[in-house]
């Protein structure tokens, strides 16, 4: 899996309190078993501390399901009220033939903006 971040100034009023980010993940499925994403929890942190939880049905409307070997990208956002912070999380998954639930965890991944001088993490 990769993360990629995107600070998005045309949709950011720093004079507000109001930073946006797009963030592009990369899944691949380097198992043996075909698999689906059925939801996702994310964990998002400001730079003061404060922890937003959010939790859904798979990502950005879909369930991908994943072939061994095969990948599925997708692009999303976030906003933050300071200028920098870090995201992290866990896909909820299913082995499709024999149902078998399990989690894969999401590493943390820093949110700074060009108004925050000194990353914090």
């Not at 899996?1 to 009023?13: F, G, K, N, P, W």
């Amino acid at each position: 899996m990769t993360v990629r971040t995107y600070y998005l100034a045309d949709q950011s009023e720093p004079a507000r309190s109001h930073y946006a980010w797009a963030y592009r993940v990369s899944i691949a499925n380097e198992g043996r078993r075909t698999v689906q994403l059925l939801k996702r929890t994310w964990l998002i942190t400001d730079a003061q501390g404060r922890t937003q939880r959010v939790h859904g049905d798979g990502v950005v409307g879909e369930r991908p399901v994943l072939d061994p070997g095969e990948s599925f990208e997708y692009t999303s956002g976030t906003p933050l009220a300071t200028p920098s912070g870090f995201m992290r999380g866990t896909y909820h998954m299913v082995a499709v033939e024999s149902g078998e639930a399990f989690d894969v965890e999401i590493p943390g991944f820093s949110l700074d903006s060009p108004f925050q001088p000194n990353a914090v993490h």
